[in-house]
């Protein structure tokens, strides 16, 4: 049996060879980047990239505890983290830390991630205390898009630097292993990086993070959003459109299925 990466492990990595870390949100997808990942996150951007709502604020516990269980079924050996949903952590330490409870025991993951505005520090500080891992998530927070306005680069005014540095700092101090740093230049990225004792995990944060994050379904070009900060490693619509376009021409011609693909009766 292989050893699974636990939270110690990767703060311990903090400033050594960069963490990768990418979503998943199914089993099949986690199999395949469990060979390659540090550590995969159950990311709440599964509402957007394949539930097709127009943001993250209407996912609910019930769907990231059921892909949380379905990518536990294909991880073996990266840490699985759970995103919290908008409205299960924000409100009080104890319901914060009753949904985690329900997440880490319903999937068998090993922590959640909460994306941390001004109050968000005590209730990680309540959580980590009581046994649950937990990841931060500072600068872009795709959660207050009803807030901001949209999603849009973070910490470009000095008041703004400041404060997003001062809750990773406040993050790091209750006791989170990890934090995302999104979508925030890349002096801010640094600094942070430099001013907090655990790994920085960026995403659109330069690579002076002490490890990387993407949306798999973005890398892959199958969700069709581009922001700046995603590379696309593959094109995987134009591919899946290829694969349907060849099977619907085969069936419309009567090529599919041909005797290869069909069964005989037997004989007598
Ligand atoms: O939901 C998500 O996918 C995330 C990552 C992009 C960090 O929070
Ligand atoms: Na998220």
Same mark, same amino acid.
């Given at each position: 049996t292989v050893k699974r990466v636990t939270a110690p492990d990767i703060a311990a #990595?903090? !400033? !050594?060879?960069p963490i990768v870390c990418l979503t998943a949100y199914t089993t099949p997808v986690a199999e395949i980047l469990d060979d390659h990942c540090d550590l995969l996150l159950v990311g709440d951007s599964l509402g957007m990239v394949v539930h097709g709502l127009p943001n993250t604020v209407g996912v609910t516990m019930e769907m990231m505890i059921l892909h949380g269980q379905a990518v536990m079924r294909g991880a073996r050996k990266a840490m699985v983290v759970v995103d919290m949903p908008f409205g299960s952590y924000e409100g009080s330490a104890e319901t914060a830390y009753a949904n985690a409870v329900r997440i880490l025991k319903e999937t068998g993951c090993q922590a959640v991630k909460v994306e941390a505005g001004p109050t968000v520090a005590d209730t990680i500080a309540y959580m980590v205390q009581r046994g649950v891992p937990v990841m931060g998530h500072v600068g872009l #927070?795709?959660?207050a898009i009803n807030v901001d306005g949209g999603f849009k680069a973070k910490g470009r005014g000095a008041a703004e630097r400041k404060r997003i540095l001062d809750e990773a700092k406040a993050t790091a101090e209750a006791g989170a292993f990890a934090v995302v740093v999104e979508g925030v230049a890349e002096g801010l990225a640094r600094e942070i990086t430099q001013a907090v004792e655990i790994p920085t995990i960026g995403i659109g944060a330069s690579a002076g993070c002490d490890g990387q994050i993407l949306v798999t379904d973005d890398m892959l070009g199958l969700f069709d959003w581009t922001p700046k900060f995603v590379r696309r490693y593959g094109d995987l619509r134009a591919e899946i459109g290829k694969a349907v376009g060849a099977y619907a021409e085969d069936v419309r011609a009567r090529r599919f299925p041909g005797p290869a693909e069909i069964y005989f009766a037997k004989a007598g």
């Amino acid at each position: 049996t292989v050893k699974r990466v636990t939270a110690p492990d990767i703060a311990a #990595r903090k !400033g !050594g060879t960069p963490i990768v870390c990418l979503t998943a949100y199914t089993t099949p997808v986690a199999e395949i980047l469990d060979d390659h990942c540090d550590l995969l996150l159950v990311g709440d951007s599964l509402g957007m990239v394949v539930h097709g709502l127009p943001n993250t604020v209407g996912v609910t516990m019930e769907m990231m505890i059921l892909h949380g269980q379905a990518v536990m079924r294909g991880a073996r050996k990266a840490m699985v983290v759970v995103d919290m949903p908008f409205g299960s952590y924000e409100g009080s330490a104890e319901t914060a830390y009753a949904n985690a409870v329900r997440i880490l025991k319903e999937t068998g993951c090993q922590a959640v991630k909460v994306e941390a505005g001004p109050t968000v520090a005590d209730t990680i500080a309540y959580m980590v205390q009581r046994g649950v891992p937990v990841m931060g998530h500072v600068g872009l #927070r795709p959660q207050a898009i009803n807030v901001d306005g949209g999603f849009k680069a973070k910490g470009r005014g000095a008041a703004e630097r400041k404060r997003i540095l001062d809750e990773a700092k406040a993050t790091a101090e209750a006791g989170a292993f990890a934090v995302v740093v999104e979508g925030v230049a890349e002096g801010l990225a640094r600094e942070i990086t430099q001013a907090v004792e655990i790994p920085t995990i960026g995403i659109g944060a330069s690579a002076g993070c002490d490890g990387q994050i993407l949306v798999t379904d973005d890398m892959l070009g199958l969700f069709d959003w581009t922001p700046k900060f995603v590379r696309r490693y593959g094109d995987l619509r134009a591919e899946i459109g290829k694969a349907v376009g060849a099977y619907a021409e085969d069936v419309r011609a009567r090529r599919f299925p041909g005797p290869a693909e069909i069964y005989f009766a037997k004989a007598g």
